[in-house]
């Protein structure tokens, strides 16, 4: 079954800390894409980063990078030296290629970033 | 600036009482999106569109409805029999529909909060 896990419901980490996010994810299909969205106290969620099943390669964008493993089918996000602007809630999201729309996302992570 | 416009963004209604929810987008995206958002339950699917004057049931449409008679425009009726319509709701767009739409990200608006009481 097609299923996204955010075990972490809240965390809380000082400022500069650096802190990950996990994400595991469910499939059977072996062409999908993962997303990680964030969405700040304002509501909109905001599109950080698209993987594909076959780029295994890790990224990183300034202060964020995100760990793809396919053998533990996880898709972590960390953030390094966070900031307060930082804090949010967090989702992780799948869409099978194949699938008729479904994009499934995770509950959810909300991050405080203590001053 | 292109982007999604939800109004309102807070919305009072007694229970019993449909009530439209409003999006627009002026990013020309030929996909559109409504969301559920519960505390702690992530977002659910309600309705999504692909092209005009056609829609798809999301996971949980019992009680909801939509239409789309302009690209631009995709409102969302919480009807009297949705029991349980107090949440947050988002409305998405993405670039494409058909089979490129698993890999384009969604683009949302800021949401409309309904409580009904």
């Known amino acids: 079954a097609q299923k996204v896990t955010q075990a972490q419901t809240e965390i809380s980490v000082v400022e500069k800390e650096d802190v990950t996010l996990d994400c595991v994810y469910e499939t059977r299909d072996t062409t999908y894409y993962l997303f990680w969205y964030k969405q700040p106290p304002s509501g909109e969620l905001v599109f950080l980063i698209r993987?594909?099943?076959?780029?295994?390669q890790n990224e990183i964008s300034g202060r964020y990078s995100w760990n793809f493993q396919k053998s533990t089918s996880s898709f972590n996000f960390t953030i390094t030296a966070s900031q307060v602007v930082d804090s949010a809630v967090y989702f992780c999201?799948?869409?099978?290629?194949?699938?008729?729309?479904?994009?499934?996302f995770g509950k959810g992570t909300r991050l405080h970033i203590l001053p | 600036d292109g982007g999604i416009t939800q109004s309102p963004k807070y919305l009072f209604r007694k229970e019993g009482q449909n009530v439209t929810l409003s999006c627009e987008q002026n990013?020309?995206?030929?996909?559109m999106y409504w969301y559920r958002q519960d505390p702690g339950q992530g977002l659910r699917l309600i309705y999504y569109s692909q092209i005009v004057n056609d829609f798809q049931k999301g996971d949980i449409a019992e009680g909801y409805s939509v239409s789309r008679e302009k690209k631009e425009s995709f409102p969302l009726t919480v009807t009297s029999a949705q029991k349980n319509p107090t949440a947050f709701y988002l409305c998405?767009?993405?670039?494409?529909?058909?089979?490129?739409?698993?890999?384009?990200?969604?683009?949302f608006g800021n949401g409309t909060r309904l409580t009904v009481t």
């Open positions: 993987r594909n099943s076959f780029d295994e």
């Open positions: 990013l020309n995206h030929d996909a």
């Open positions: 999201a799948l869409s099978e290629a194949g699938r008729d729309d479904k994009i499934i």
């Open positions: 998405a767009s993405s670039i494409t529909a058909g089979s490129s739409r698993y890999n384009s990200p969604l683009h």
